[in-house]
């Protein structure tokens, strides 16, 4: 498990608590990798689509139709609507589903 960010997003600490959590309550003894993303050139080499970005198995569980890679805070569609964040629930739904 990895979770990107940049340093100027103000959400990645709240998706990476939620990932935490969301592991434990899977019963999955993982502790998630923290990657910063630097530069536009990191963001495009990494197809880095927004601060923060989850990534199980090295795969995002929730891209959709995303902007273009960049150094940006992402916004999530959640059951609630429109979030900074996913959800526990969703977290743990994408950790099910590998």
């Not at 608590?17 to 899977?26: I, S």
């Not at 923060?52 to 609507?81: A, K, N, V």
């Not at 979030?83 to 589903?97: D, G, K, N, V, W």
């Amino acid at each position: 498990m990895v979770v990107r960010y940049f340093d100027g997003c103000p959400h990645w600490r709240n998706a990476y608590d939620l990932l935490v959590r969301a592991l434990a309550a899977e019963g999955l003894e993982a502790e998630p990798r923290l990657e910063r993303v630097d530069t536009d050139e990191d963001a495009q080499r990494l197809d880095f689509v927004g601060s923060p970005t989850i990534l199980i198995g090295g795969r995002d569980p929730f891209r959709g139709i995303d902007g273009s890679p960049g150094l940006s805070c992402r916004i999530f569609q959640t059951p609630e609507g429109l979030a900074a964040t996913p959800t526990f629930e969703q977290l743990r739904e994408a950790l099910r589903s590998g």
